[in-house]
């Protein structure tokens, strides 16, 4: 990366999408990111299909939505399961570039394999503690908005 | 953390596909440093990735299935993105996830690697202490806070 490019890309915030339907959890989740220091603009939706409006910006007010550089999925979701937004999005052209990381409380082997078969790019299980929680994000936030490249899906 | 006591009996596995011998030199270095407890078999291609994966050849008959593959893309033979997308292709290997290790800052070749299904790109710094952070923080994602698949250990 040239110097220019590398400032040009510090200057751009990271963009996460954040596919939860439990307002708590979602809540938690936006805090410890603020907490653990790492810097992102996050958005937030509540299950697969209004995931998949925002990413194809679907319908009016879905027009102007970024591109995410990284999705956070819940898999428990009304309508339209997490493993099922995550192969659908694996099958698109599209947005199958985009790394999707997998944020439940499930501990079954079942889900976790499905989810790795599928295209999963990480499996965390949510923390019961805040604490662990703050930890578990800023791991999370530096693996990959500080060690690893994104493309640019601009 | 939600640590599986029974996922972590055994030191997970990585396999390291790299033909530069310095390079596969500076990964365990990194390792090592960072006291990361996993064990490392390493391939030197592409197509000896792949008879590793498959279990093809008297040196792979008891491979064991890595828990994550660190894959370099400039290779003879058969090169990262071939094995990538054969990895990828394979149902019995798709699950295991791949991280590129490269030295290519093209955009081309980081969206490639994307598209194709790596669970990340990680351009190989040529300061050893950054190679060392590098290493630290991935492990930390891949072998303490992810969970992986246990394939019935």
Known sequence: ?154 | MAIDSTASERPALILLVEDEAADAHLVRLALRENSVQADLAHVLDGREALAYLRREGPSFVAAQRPDLILLDLNMPRMDGFEFLAAVKRDAGLRGIPVVVLSTSDAERDVRSAYHLGAAGYVAKSSSVSELIAGFGRLSQYWLTLARLPTHGR
């Open chain 1, 1 to 154: 990366m040239s110097e220019e490019e590398a400032m040009v890309d510090s200057q751009r915030s990271n963009r996460m999408l954040m596919v939860e339907d439990e307002a708590g959890d979602a809540r938690l989740l936006q805090l410890a990111m603020r907490q653990s220091g790492f810097s992102a603009d996050i958005d937030h939706v509540w299950d697969g299909y209004e995931a998949l409006d925002y990413l194809r910006r679907a319908g009016q007010q879905r027009q102007r939505a970024p591109r995410p550089d990284l999705i956070v999925l819940d898999l428990k979701m009304p309508r339209l399961s997490g493993l099922d937004f995550l192969a659908l999005i694996k099958q698109d052209g599209d947005l199958r570039a985009i790394p999707v990381v997998v944020f439940s409380s499930s501990l079954l082997e079942t889900d976790v394999r499905s989810a790795y078969e599928l295209g999963a790019a990480g499996y965390l299980i949510k923390p019961a503690d805040f604490q662990e929680l703050i930890s578990m994000v800023r791991i999370l936030g530096e693996y990959w908005f500080t060690l690893v490249r994104l493309p640019h899906n601009d």
